[in-house]
């Protein structure tokens, strides 16, 4: 079955510095990953997506993620990290039959 | 972008009542929609996927009897929670996904939280 990992329940970051949330797949085939955030008391929004192509994949609010496959990864970055970062992130996988699996969740806290 | 609303956003209701949930994708039609459910400080647990025109799939472990799902059109689906108790109180988050791409990214709602007193 499909399954992805975050292997930290929480991350914490001064504000300016880079920051790397992790999380691991595994799956049978070419997976599809996903990355989301959550606000307090608010539903998901989409960050980005890796389905093919470049492995190091560009979303939204200058938030990237790095595909690899020899580590089984799809660890989400951002170069210099802000107060308002501070929110909860799922990553998760598409299985086969294109039903959204989540990981546990990371919550990142920026300080300032 | 694809916009997705939820109503209510929160409701608090007396045990033994019944709760129906509205999602509706604002600006693009839906022929799926899905439906979780969320726990305090806890992952997002797919509960069914809703199919327009066509009975709702739910995932093992879930009532279809206690947490009916309809779809009646391809911007509006709706959880109805029948006869609530305090152990459904959660964060019920609906999400759809616009038709075309296998592998287009859900667009979420803002959420219900229920309580149940």
């Known amino acids: 079955a499909q399954s992805v990992a975050q292997p930290e329940d929480q991350v914490n970051v001064a504000e300016g510095n880079p920051l790397t949330v992790k999380c691991t797949y595994s799956?049978?085939?070419?997976?599809?990953l996903f990355w989301y955030v959550q606000y307090p008391n608010r539903g998901l929004q989409f960050l980005l997506k890796?389905?093919?192509?470049?492995?190091l994949v560009k979303g939204s609010y200058g938030f990237e993620a790095e595909f690899n496959k020899s580590q089984t990864s799809f660890h989400l970055k951002k170069p210099s990290a802000l107060v308002s970062d501070s929110a909860l992130y799922f990553c998760?996988?598409?299985?086969?039959?294109?039903?959204?699996?989540f990981g546990t969740g990371t919550r990142l806290l920026v300080s300032p | 972008g694809a916009v997705v609303s939820q109503h209510p956003s929160w409701v608090i209701c007396k045990s033994g009542t019944s709760v129906k949930i509205e999602c509706r994708s604002l600006?693009?039609?839906?022929?799926?929609m899905f439906w979780y459910r969320q726990f305090p400080k806890q992952s997002l647990m797919l509960m069914a996927t809703?199919?327009?025109?066509?009975?709702?799939?739910?995932e093992q472990g879930v009532e279809k009897d206690k947490f009916l799902i309809n779809h009646a059109s391809l911007t509006l689906s709706t959880l109805t929670v029948t006869s609530a108790h305090p152990e459904d109180s959660s964060f019920y988050i609906c999400?759809?996904?616009?038709?075309?791409?296998?592998?287009?990214?859900?667009?979420f709602g803002p959420g219900t939280r229920l309580t149940v007193l």
């Open positions: 890796y389905i093919t192509g470049d492995n």
């Open positions: 998760a996988v598409r299985d086969r039959f294109q039903k959204l699996v």
């Open positions: 799956v049978s085939g070419n997976p599809y």
């Open positions: 999400s759809a996904r616009p038709p075309g791409l296998a592998f287009n990214e859900q667009f």
């Open positions: 600006d693009f039609q839906a022929t799926t």
């Open positions: 809703s199919n327009e025109g066509s009975k709702a799939t739910y």
